[in-house]
Nanobody
Framework: QVQLVESGGGLVQPGGSLSLSCAAS????????MAWYRQSPGKERELVAR???????DYADSVKGRFAISRDNAKNLVYLQMNNLKPEDSAVYYC?????????????WGQGTQVTVSS
């Protein structure tokens, strides 16, 4: 099993910044993809950003140019730097990792951290 602990959520005014982090621990073999999802009330969970083991990144169109995902492979950490936040960015943000054991890939989710953008 792999455990994920997110931190860094909170309340911020529009135009402000927040940085999320997620630490993976447990039976880590080979973490391939790390990603952040979000879900707001009444909406489906959506992919915000993802980063591969070799550092390639991909973003939802709604956050391109404002968010940046990064990872520290040595420490099994993934970050999400969020700039120029908008009220529509308000959601619960979830960290996910894919752990490859040599034969199978398992997907793990964090417990989520609330981000609220409001004046």
């Amino acid at each position: 099993q792999v455990q994920l602990v997110e931190s860094g959520g909170g309340l911020v005014q529009p135009g402000g910044s927040l940085s999320l982090s997620c630490a993976a621990s447990g039976r880590i073999l080979s973490i391939t993809r790390m990603a952040w999802y979000r879900q707001s009330p009444g909406k489906e969970r959506e992919l915000v950003a993802r980063v591969t083991q070799d550092g390639r990144t991909d973003y939802a169109d709604s956050v391109k140019g404002r968010f940046a995902i990064s990872r520290d492979n040595a420490k099994n950490l993934v970050y999400l730097q969020m700039n120029n936040l908008k009220p529509e960015d308000s959601a619960v943000y979830y960290c996910t990792v894919k752990n490859f054991d040599g034969r199978h890939t398992f997907l793990y989710w964090g417990q989520g951290t609330q981000v609220t953008v409001s004046s």
